[in-house]
């Protein structure tokens, strides 16, 4: 580092932390190796995050910002136990915050130590009403204080709009205590719905009915929850209640089983709805203190690759071992992480190897199909799409999209009469399905025919999705192949406004303009649209129109001349 850079690096790090320089500089590289810990934890890379922040901490341990950057990286990456030593260091420095208090929960949890979890329940610090209750509720019934822990969760289920997970955790711990009465109240509850229509729940209660002589109505309850053939755990659980057994309770042994479920409750409770970088933090508790939990470790994988870890998801995604029923949809999971990764080859091969393992598997040929079609093999994809639909029972509304994907297949092999066929079945159980009104009316346009129709499947696409640039370009494109040029101006420059970088809707941009008589405005599109990296095919045809104009590219090929603007063409 130069001697002018040092001073303004200096002030970044300063920036960062709010340290005097004189501080903050003790040691030799801090400054980089703490703004490349920033920089990644920002990014949601928590390996080179905690790489860093490990680097940093060793020039200036007892630097606090750093000490808690390093507990959050290591918490990121599963390490409960490294987390936990941080947070203790932390709280040993008065330093309190919710992320510290969640590591020593972790921490606790995972030693089983119930004792400092209530401990830790007096700090001024909190990580929610929620949660604090349903841990300590928990830890107190790990102590042995069974209506203590209890009057925990009864104290949530008074909660307003918290009743249901109070009721859930209340059910576990009843359930295990052998009073499947009580968890039976409990989980038949108006106010425990939200938690017994997911899937745990579901479970939880038909386990229960079974074990109070309720089999049939509890195989009833996975019928009404689950749709059939899709769950193979569900598909057993039923074979066996139809028969009259009872079922034990499954996914739960003791008090630190329920402390698990509590970090699983509020991440799965957070979802799609809260910060993703705090929901992992959660799924990576309940997945480290239950590692054979399949759930945990899939809502684990999801979260990391809604932050685009890939690589993390997709290693996530390979801990469900194979004799698992989970494991074919994590390994749908790793296969879809790996592709988005960059590795098309590698994602396929799982997603074949997968099939072969698992031919009568639904979901598994339905997958195989995707990636096929995303590695441009279309005639297998179709063969696997066909596989899917072999393994279905009924073919019901949901299944558009299977006739959906195929056709964009027979289309991609120019099969137009097979690809049309496809998308009216699709549009028949789903009629107002945007994707498929805008493909199908698209490739009408595309191909010069049923113009109206194509028009008007185009206009329902758009009114039901008023914001998407590709389905308002194929509006502005169906208008210009009707000759409504003018028309054509603006739902094509709105277009282009949504997908600025998309090399179609921008030549498409170009060939509007050109037929209203904006010839110069034409050609700086087209010059942008080859740089936005289109087909070598779209390419040539830019580059044509450049050199020789569009009404000589389409007198080339048969189209008709444009309206004359100075007669009123237009």
Do not use: C
Request: hydrophobic share 50%.
């Amino acid at each position: 580092m130069s001697a002018l850079s040092r001073p303004i690096a200096a002030s970044i790090f300063v920036l960062f932390i709010g340290l005097h320089p004189a501080t903050s500089f003790a040691k030799e590289g801090l400054a980089g190796a703490f703004l490349a810990a920033k920089i990644a934890a920002a990014n949601a890379d928590y390996r080179a995050a905690d790489l860093w922040y490990q680097r940093a901490l060793a020039l200036d341990p007892a630097n606090v910002e750093l000490l808690n950057g390093t507990m959050i990286a290591a918490l990121s990456l599963g390490d409960i136990s490294r987390a936990s030593d941080l947070a203790a260091q932390l709280q040993g420095m008065n330093v309190a915050n919710q992320n510290t208090l969640l590591a020593s929960m972790a921490g606790a949890a995972e030693r089983g130590d119930f004792a400092e979890i209530v401990e830790i329940e007096t700090l001024e610090v909190s990580t929610g009403s929620l949660q604090d209750d349903l841990l300590a509720g928990w830890a107190l019934i790990g102590l042995g204080q069974m209506n203590d822990g209890i009057a925990r969760f009864d104290k949530v289920a008074q909660m307003q709009g918290l009743a249901g997970f109070g009721l859930y955790h209340k059910a576990i711990a009843l359930a295990l205590a052998g009073n499947f009465d009580g968890a039976a109240a409990a989980l038949a509850a108006p106010e425990a719905g939200p938690q017994v229509n997911a899937r745990r729940g579901a479970i939880l209660q038909a386990e229960v009915l079974s074990q109070i002589g309720q089999s049939q109505p509890a195989a009833d309850l996975l019928r009404q929850r689950f749709v059939m053939g899709q769950d193979a755990r569900v598909a057993g659980m039923i074979v066996l209640l139809d028969a009259g057994q009872a079922l034990p309770i499954s996914g739960f042994k003791d008090a630190s089983s329920g402390l698990a479920e509590v970090f699983f409750t509020v991440a799965a409770a957070l979802g799609t709805e809260g910060d993703p970088a705090y929901t992992l933090l959660q799924a990576r508790i309940a997945s480290g203190l239950a590692p054979e939990d399949s759930e945990a470790l899939l809502l684990t994988a999801s979260v990391l690759e809604d932050l685009k870890q890939f690589d993390l998801a997709a290693e996530t995604y390979a801990k469900i071992t194979p004799d698992h029923p989970d494991y074919p949809s994590a390994q749908i999971g790793r296969a879809a992480a790996v592709f988005s990764a960059g590795r098309g080859e590698e994602s396929l091969q799982i997603l074949t190897d997968l099939a072969t393992k698992f031919p009568a598997e639904f979901d598994v040929q339905l997958a195989l199909g995707q990636g096929l079609r995303r590695a441009e093999q279309f005639e297998a994809a179709i063969t696997a799409y066909e596989a899917a639909l072999a393994l279905l029972p009924q073919i019901l509304r949901q299944h558009w999209a299977i006739f959906y994907s195929r056709g964009i297949a027979h289309d991609s092999l120019r099969q137009f009469g097979l690809a049309e066929a496809d998308f009216r079945t699709a549009l028949k159980l789903n009629p107002n399905q945007p994707n498929v009104l805008n493909y199908l009316g698209y490739s009408l346009v595309d191909r010069g025919e049923k113009l109206q129709e194509a028009l008007g499947m185009i206009q329902s696409a758009v009114a039901a999705r008023p914001e998407s640039g590709y389905i308002i370009d194929s509006l502005g494109w169906a208008l210009y192949r009707l000759g409504r040029y003018s028309e054509a101006l603006a739902p094509m420059e709105r277009a282009a406004q949504l997908e600025p970088v998309d090399p179609i809707v921008t030549d498409h941009l170009g060939d509007v303009y050109w037929a209203n008589g904006r010839q110069r405005e034409a050609m700086f599109q087209w010059r942008r649209a080859l740089s936005f990296e289109p087909t070598e095919k779209d390419a040539e045809r830019i580059r044509k129109k450049l050199e020789i104009g569009l009404d000589a590219v389409r007198a080339s090929e048969g189209a008709p001349a444009f309206p004359d603007l100075d007669a009123g063409g237009l």
